[in-house]
């Protein structure tokens, strides 16, 4: 490429002449990624494809010009814009070499390379930019096993790792400007913040989704979400042909989220192979769009042989491709519990005895919590289900307490010596 269209190009992406909008600021992850850029680490920025993340390191670097960096010691380069022609090592050094001639930046300066899976040995140039240049760098992707197991031997012990998620209730309610300081203010909002709370069930949390004012938009967005990530992150990435079994899978998938499945099951269901089925279900789980749960078990074999539980990165993008009933609420409310425990960094498995639990949370070697999800508390048989598969689990795993996530009903209550609290899933949210 010439270095004029390099550099054409470059400009759109960066501050350099002229301001560029950062939306509306996710400060919880700006704040990490300032403490994180101070190890002088690769820092790698990962998460579904849409949710924030190219923003978000604008945002960071919106905060280093303000603190004094200079604007030409800032490189952004954006591997997605389709100007960018054969898209390779040499052309990426090719880059870097136009930004070093033509800006001049200081020796210590920051290179941000947005959704990277695209080129191939993409982390050899990392590292030599971090460790010979000793250059800030910082590295976007929508794949979990490109930012994760493909570079582990080049990268080993010189990166830390950042998931970036759609947005949490919190961050969602801010979004819509409602703001919650204290205890007072969730009280005073509280009807506001259930009507709130019902859309985010309904639309889910992609950014863009949420500041989309038509219906219309929204699913139309969602929509586009959907296909961009089976075709950009899953068929070009994997050089799939079975695109309809890929897509099937998925819609399937999502259409059946927080339940079990096994993978002979689903083969049957979809007259394909289960290597088919297993290899499509890994690829669905690397882009982000879905996640499995094993069943909780001290030994692994268990853990592996066992159906695992579906859930979605968002239940917007799962409304998206399936039909919303009222019977539904109960799933997606157990999958918006699932994603805020997989956001905190916990392993998550769910229980299996005689009864069923749908979370048992574990952090570092330790249980932590077991949580029940049901949407409609007020059935007898129901309630009764919901307990003893509660009170089983938190027997079996030497815990006093157990949590009961709702639609609405709050207080506690003690039984069989197990001290039980049933929380709505919105006040939980805001916990």
Known sequence: MEKSEILGILNDWNFWK???????????????????SKTNEIVIVKGIR??????????????LIKSGVKKEDILIINFEDPR???????????????????????????????????????????????ENKKVHVFVTGSSSKLLSSEYSTVLSGRHLDIKLSPLSFKEFL??????????????????????????YIKWGGFPKVVLENSEKGKRELLEMYFKDIIIKDIIARYKIKETG??????????????????????????????NMVQRFSDYLSYAYLLAFVPKFSWKVKEQLLNPKKVYSSDTGLRNSVSFLFKEDYGRL???????????????????????????????RHKIKEVIQVCWNISNIQTKEREINGLIEACKELKLKKGLIITE??????TIEGLKIEYLPLWRWLLE
Not at 50 to 63: D, M
Not at 178 to 197: G, M, P, Q, T
Not at 247 to 272: G, M, R, W
Not at 357 to 363: I, T
């Open 18 to 36: 002229k301001d560029i909008e950062t939306g509306i600021k996710r400060q919880e992850y700006v704040s990490n990624i300032q403490e994180t």
């Open 50 to 63: 849409r949710c924030g993340k190219s923003t978000l390191l604008l945002q960071f670097c919106s905060e």
């Open 84 to 130: 960018f022609r054969n898209l390779d090592i040499s052309l990426l050094n090719e880059i870097y070499e136009v930004y070093l001639t033509e800006l001049n930046p200081s020796e210590k300066h920051y290179v941000i390379l947005d959704e990277v899976q695209i080129i191939d040995k993409w982390e050899k140039f990392a590292r030599f930019l971090n």
């Open 174 to 199: 801010s979004f819509l400007g409602i703001e919650l300081k204290n205890e007072i203010d969730i009280v005073s909002k509280r009807h506001e913040i259930k009507r709130a709370f019902a859309d």
């Open 245 to 274: 079994k890929l897509e099937e899978l998925a819609k399937y998938y999502l259409s059946n989220i927080s339940t079990l499945h096994s993978s002979n099951k689903i083969k049957n269901i979809l007259n394909a192979s289960l």
């Open 333 to 363: 409310a157990e999958n918006i519990v699932f994603n805020k425990l997989s956001s905190q960094e916990n392993e998550i498995f769910y229980w299996k005895g005689k009864h069923e639990s749908d979370f048992v949370v574990k952090k």
């Open 408 to 413: 609405d009903l709050e207080k506690e209550e």
